[in-house]
């Protein structure tokens, strides 16, 4: 079937780097994607990347993908109070359209 | 540039009411998305349409909701009868093509009471 999971919250430090973990189980993913919430708002894509790259970079956004072991990773160098959101990893599937499945989100707190 | 509109931005109804939520898509985009957001959970996937045609219902409840993405105007969440459960933010989002990164729009939040 097809799961994603993370862990639910994260505290940082302002300056300090975040990692945020996921796992999936379909094995046919396309792509997968990170997308943040603040509070209120909808969805604002931060990044993707491919199911055949293991690393993508994007300014202070870099997202490791291990395919063997079905995880992905977000890191946030340098995070700023700014950065204090969910944070949602989705898989799209391969011949499902569009469809993507959605962790629970990671609740990420930066403090000063 | 105007993203993914959804209105209205927060809707109350009675419980056995209907309630009906709007979606423009991105100008140009002809797939749109509708998923559910519970209370301190991720996103369910509902229903995804192409202009006139429901392509993937197996997210929508069986009876009570239904959707529409008519050539013309938004694309239509309907929910008759609404119950306390319907409570939830109800996003739309619209991409050119299918498995191309989509665009949410900002949310409906519903309120059943």
């Known amino acids: 079937g097809e799961d994603v999971e993370q862990s639910l919250f994260l505290s940082v430090r302002e300056g300090d780097s975040s990692v945020i973990n996921c796992t999936y189980t379909?094995?046919?993913?396309?792509?997968l994607y990170w997308y943040k919430q603040e509070p209120g708002a909808g969805l604002q894509l931060l990044t993707y990347i491919f199911s055949n790259m293991d690393m993508k970079q994007d300014q202070r956004l870099t997202v490791l993908l291990n395919k063997k072991d079905k995880h992905l990773s977000l890191r946030i160098a340098d995070t700023q109070t700014g950065d204090s959101a969910i944070y949602f990893c989705?898989?799209?599937?391969?011949?499902?359209?569009?469809?993507?499945?959605f962790g629970q989100g990671t609740e990420l707190s930066v403090k000063p | 540039n105007a993203g993914v509109m959804q209105n209205p931005r927060h809707l109350v109804r009675r419980r056995g009411q209907e309630a009906r939520l709007r979606c423009s898509p991105v100008?140009?985009?002809?797939?749109v998305y509708w998923y559910r957001q519970l209370p301190e959970e991720g996103l369910k996937f509902m229903v995804y349409?192409?202009?006139?045609?429901?392509?993937?219902e197996s997210g929508m409840p069986k009876e009570r909701f239904s959707a529409e993405f008519p050539k013309e105007g938004p694309s239509i969440l309907r929910i008759q009868q609404v119950v306390r459960g319907d409570s939830a933010a109800y996003f739309c989002?619209?991409?050119?093509?299918?498995?191309?990164?989509?665009?949410f729009g900002s949310g409906t939040r519903l309120t059943v009471v």
């Open positions: 100008k140009g985009h002809s797939h």
């Open positions: 989002a619209s991409s050119p093509r299918a498995s191309e990164g989509y665009t």
């Open positions: 989705a898989e799209s599937i391969q011949n499902q359209g569009g469809k993507l499945i």
């Open positions: 349409l192409q202009k006139e045609n429901i392509i993937d």
């Open positions: 379909d094995s046919s993913s396309t792509y």
